[in-house]
DNA sequence: TCTTGACTTGGAGCTAACTCCATATAGTAC
DNA sequence: GTACTATATGGAGTTAGCTCCAAGTCAAGA
């Protein structure tokens, strides 16, 4: 598979796919004759691993990390899972934060509803509402 | 309330505070004769809803765009609804990344829990685990 | 073979959201 | 009033995570 056919399967850019290998959020991609990137199973495995945390929120340099780990062996595997366990809980913290958030947008978006049906905006949880 | 006793309750920092009252995501403060920042329950209130978002990761810039809105009177209510409704559902996007990163980040932790017990680690989802 | 478009690298540039700094003024305890 | 700490302002600096660029190489079709 191309760098092309990776980016769209993951609906990212080819930079943003090189920075990553840069960067060593994925390993070492293999390259043909020319030294043109081609990914196979193993690679694209990495890069789905990559899109996936990277879209939650979990940093570039912390799935390196993983990735630098994961290939010294099978001595990392408790840091690995030291590693792993950390960025879950801070991903729960999150969820936490997004579900606050999500919670706060829907309150006020029925405030806002009833505004356009009625014309009045009011707040019967806090006096105060903005 | 002073900005220190702010921060101290919503643990942001005071040139976090500065700054959100600089680019609009919290409406201007009254000041104090000297010119310092004196926060009013209604003060407390915006800086709760920026500090709540933000966590979320909604954009300092849609916060002042509502705060704009909000400032400009009752003709900006579809506006405002609109605008939440936006964030809300890119919020309930985000959502869905984070619970999907979650549950793969369960899965490696379950896979690496089993590894430190029996000294192999394995993946019976995807035979080309990382 | 020629052309055209995709791919390579190293490195510079960009944006959001802070974060820090220098200088000056305000408030507080004695 | 003096000393000391807190706060104000404008503006520069920082960081993460891309994103873009230049110059060159590679590959597929006419």
Redesign the interface.
């Known amino acids: 598979m191309t760098i092309k056919d990776v980016c769209e399967k993951f609906g990212i850019t080819a930079d943003t796919l090189r920075y990553y290998e840069k960067v060593g959020a994925i390993p070492k991609v293999g390259r043909s004759q020319g030294g043109i990137r081609e990914y196979d ?2 690679a694209l ?2 890069v789905r ?1 990559a899109v ?2 990277r ?4 940093s570039v340099e912390a799935i390196a990390e993983y990735v630098r780990l ?1 290939n010294m062996g ?1 001595e990392t ?2 840091a ?2 030291e590693l ?2 950390n ?2 809980e801070s ?2 913290k ?2 936490e ?6 919670e ?3 309150y ?2 029925s405030r ?2 009833e ?2 049906e009625t014309g009045v ?1 009011t707040w019967d949880r ?1 006096p ?3």
């Open positions: 199973d193993e495995s990495w691993n996936c945390l879209k939650a929120g979990v994961f099978d595997i408790e690995r899972l792993l366990s960025e879950r991903l729960g999150q969820l934060e997004l579900t606050n958030a999500v706060l947008l829907d006020k978006i806002y509803r505004a356009v905006l806090d105060l509402g903005n």
